[in-house]
Nanobody, 126 residues
Framework: QVQLQESGPGLVEPSQTLSLTCTVS??????????WSWIRQPPGKGLEWMGA???????YYSPSLKSRTSISRDTSKNHFTLQLSSVTPEDTAMYYC??????????????????WGQGTQVTVSS
């Protein structure tokens, strides 16, 4: 069973770059056709998909965060990393990594987040 674990600083100063790593065990991040995603939840708000890196290394970003977000991977360490630049207090949230599946079933496109990390709290404050 695949397991995901987020790691990174819990406190980031405004205007700095937030960097989080998700380490995956029990499965390879290069396995077809999985996508490896970052999702966040600000206090009192819903989940927000930030972006993903696919099994083949291609990346996808939320349009609203694309200018500040970068997702990369290290296949030798079986982990992927989120970088969010120019953070503000509005970026304070619980950050999760997750394994994402996309495809078609009976003609219907689906996206499924089947495995999640436990999440890590990031606070943006001086």
């Amino acid at each position: 069973q695949v397991q995901l674990q987020e790691s990174g600083p819990g406190l980031v100063e405004p205007s700095q770059t937030l960097s989080l790593t998700c380490t995956v065990s029990g499965g390879s991040i290069t396995t077809s056709y999985y996508y490896w995603s970052w999702i966040r939840q600000p206090p009192g708000k819903g989940l927000e998909w930030m972006g993903a890196i696919a099994y083949d290394g291609s990346t996808y970003y939320s349009p609203s965060l694309k200018s500040r977000t970068s997702i990369s991977r290290d296949t030798s360490k079986n982990h992927f990393t989120l970088q969010l630049s120019s953070v503000t207090p509005e970026d304070t949230a619980m950050y999760y990594c997750a394994r994402e599946e996309r495809g078609y079933y009976s003609g219907t496109y689906f996206v499924l987040f089947g495995s999640w990390g436990q999440g890590t709290q990031v606070t943006v404050s001086s």
